[in-house]
């Protein structure tokens, strides 16, 4: 018989962690990450959440899979980051040759590499987190472009790797300008395409 994870003792570790999140049993509500050390609990999302991050992801692999580039995932897969944070973005893509360079994945672990582009839909519960930590995690481990998705303003923010290696805003777009990858060439979308 299975035992419920112990909730009283928290993991310290990146690696304690995925031994933690491998104890649970699918009843838990909601998911979780490990940003700088600390287990950060994230609820089931609200309306439009789920939505947009479908919408989003279903564009990037029609560009991306269907081309070859490399892998789209979606919030359900972790990512064991170089700096000790296990993280789970909305939307993640991996490139071809970042997929073909890190370690082959093992069954049943978080995948150990860096995705390349990732985003994130605010929500009130998570904005602060998205806008501020994560953003700098992502930067710290070299994600290279970062897109945030805002269901209240109707707004896609392109933020790209600049010089010394700062995840920068490149554009904030609405209604119908085109958000554009600086990374996928040729891979717009427009606010008004995906938010409902």
């Known amino acids: ?45 609200c309306w439009p959440h789920g939505k947009l991050g479908l919408s989003l992801s279903h564009r990037l692999a029609s560009h991306v899979e269907d081309r070859g580039l490399g ?39 978080f995948l150990g590499v860096v995705p390349d582009l990732v985003a994130e839909v605010l929500s009130p519960s998570t904005q602060r987190r998205d806008r501020g930590p994560k953003r700098d995690i992502y930067e710290r481990n070299g994600v290279r472009e970062y897109w945030l998705l805002d269901p209240h303003r109707r707004a896609i923010t392109v933020l790209v790797r600049g010089p010394g290696g700062h995840l920068t805003a ?21 606010p008004s395409e995906i938010f409902p």
């Not at 304690?16 to 999302?45: I, T």
């Not at 490149?170 to 427009?190: E, K």
């Open 1 to 45: 018989m299975d035992t419920a994870p112990d909730l009283t003792r928290l993991p310290a570790t990146q690696a304690e962690f995925e031994g933690w999140c491998a104890s649970f049993d699918g009843s838990e509500l909601g998911r979780f990450e490990f940003l700088y050390g600390c287990v950060v609990a994230e609820p089931p999302a």
């Open 71 to 109: 892998l789209v995932f979606d919030a359900s897969q972790g990512f064991a980051l170089p700096s000790g944070d296990t993280v789970a973005p909305d939307v993640a893509v991996v490139l071809r040759q970042t997929w073909e360079a890190a370690p082959a994945p093992t069954p049943d672990r």
């Open 170 to 190: 490149d554009c904030t777009v609405t209604d119908d300008d085109p958000a554009r990858s600086m990374l996928l060439p040729g891979f717009t979308v427009r």
